[in-house]
Structure formats: structure tokens, C-alpha cells
């Protein structure tokens, strides 16, 4: 995988909590990033064209930014992706984060930036198991997590990810700011 990714990163007790159940189910997983919820390069809208400079990304992706504001989510029970080893904590695929989605991916396409076509539909989510093996009995344990507790997303992150190389951070962009 090479491609640009816009995302955004849990915090606080949340974002400990996941993180824990990533660390004992996942670990390389756990390595790779912090809980986060990936907005473009992934469901709904394929990763960004790793060849798209900077700057471009910054004068598409910072006025959604600056137009939206901080979104209060909650995690929905967990699930696993038909045919996958992929459990996630998914989140309602509708209302203001299809929204922002979607202003991402309008101000993208205004750009003339390109970007892949998204394998499957906008599922908004936050991985608990990605690259582990998942058991019938790791499988019930993801399954009963828990996330009850809002949550508070207020930055865009966007990375540059190529296999086997760490996750590069290129610019971050603060909603409603």
C-alpha cells in the first residue's frame, strides 16, 4: 500500500480502552497508529494519490476543516467484516460524519485530486483486529467490547503510508478553527 489517508485520532480514556484490547488481540496494529477512525483512503472514498503535493492537500482538505465542527460520536456494538479477520467498532454511516466524508471527497475531487475507488461503501469505524489470526475465542471476547462512552473528534490527520515503512504525519487540520 502507498496512498494518502485522511483520519482522525481517539483521545482519553476511549482511545485507552482500544487501544488496550488492540495491544492483547493485535499488537501490530497497536504499533502502527493510535485508535483512530480513517475519513478517506479506506470505506466510501480510496486512498489519495501518494504523488499529491502538499500544499494541494492543504488548500482541499483544511476549508472542510475550518467549515465543520467538533463531532461528538459514540461506537455502536462491534462487528466483523464478512469474510475478514477485520473486527471493528463501527459508527453511524449517515448524519454530520457522512457529511464531512463527503465535503472531503467533493473538495478532493474540486482539486483535481485523485484518489482510488473505495473497495466497499463508507463505513465509518475503528479497528479492533487487523492483521491477527482471530480465534472463535478471540473473536467472542471483540465481539463483547463495549464502547459506550462519547467521544469528541476535533482534528484532521492526514499520513502518508507505505508498506513497511512507519506512517508518515504530513499535516493536521483543527475543525471549526
Known amino acids: 500500500m502507498n496512498g494518502i489517508f485522511i483520519t482522525t485520532e ?5 482511545a485507552a480502552r482500544i487501544r488496550a484490547v488492540q495491544e492483547r488481540h493485535d499488537p501490530k496494529l497497536a504499533r502502527e497508529l493510535p485508535p483512530h477512525l480513517t475519513l478517506v483512503g479506506s470505506s466510501g472514498t480510496g486512498s489519495i494519490s501518494p504523488d499529491t503535493p502538499v500544499a494541494e492537500l492543504r488548500k482541499a482538505v483544511e ?3 475550518r467549515a465543520a465542527r467538533p ?3 459514540t461506537f455502536r456494538a462491534p462487528l466483523r467484516f464478512i469474510g475478514r479477520e477485520i473486527v471493528v467498532l ?7 460524519l457522512r457529511g ?4 472531503l471527497q467533493g473538495a478532493l475531487r474540486a482539486a483535481g485530486i485523485r484518489y482510488e475507488t473505495a473497495r466497499w461503501p463508507f463505513t465509518p469505524h475503528c479497528t479492533l483486529n487487523f492483521y491477527a489470526t482471530v480465534t472463535p ?3 467472542r471476547v471483540l465481539l463483547a ?3 459506550p462512552e462519547p467521544w469528541v473528534m476535533h482534528t484532521l490527520l492526514v499520513y502518508h503510508t507505505r508498506d ?4 508518515k504525519r504530513l499535516f493536521s487540520a483543527r475543525l471549526g478553527v
Open 10 to 14: 481517539l483521545e482519553g480514556s476511549v
Open 63 to 65: 476549508p472542510v476543516a
Open 71 to 73: 463531532l461528538t460520536l
Open 90 to 96: 463501527p459508527l453511524d454511516p449517515h448524519g454530520e
Open 100 to 103: 464531512l466524508h463527503d465535503a
Open 137 to 139: 475465542e478471540s473473536l
Open 145 to 147: 467490547v463495549s464502547e
Open 164 to 167: 513497511g515503512v512507519p506512517p
